[in-house]
């Protein structure tokens, strides 16, 4: 699948537009993510990654954490290539459903930080890589 590059401002402007109206899920477990409150790690939400925007993402763990909600149903074959985009890249992805979240916001939120820990103790990534 052939990607069109985004006009920078738009789609910056998108990414502003939705860190300002999280949904549920994303608002809890930003609660979590936020102010290096995991663990020490940044993590940044809505965050624009080439010609897509990143649910969450750690800079230092090369990281992008994605929430699944009723809006990617239908819609895997996308999902697919979106997250083989990021993994090309070399970061790393993980995916929970907004049900998870809303279910165990603080369970996630762990795996989350075990995840950051693995990536690092492997290298990670500088936001510099990007």
Known sequence: MRHRPRNGALFNERARE????PNDAEAAIWHLLRDRKLGGF???RQHPLGNYIADFFCPDAGL???LD???HQGKEEADAARQAWFVERGFAVIRYTNHDVNENAEGVAELIWQKCIELVGLG???ETQI
């Open 18 to 21: 939705m860190r300002q109206a």
């Open 42 to 44: 940044k993590f940044r």
């Open 64 to 66: 992008v954490v994605e």
């Open 69 to 71: 909600g009723k809006s």
């Open 124 to 126: 990670g990534r500088s």
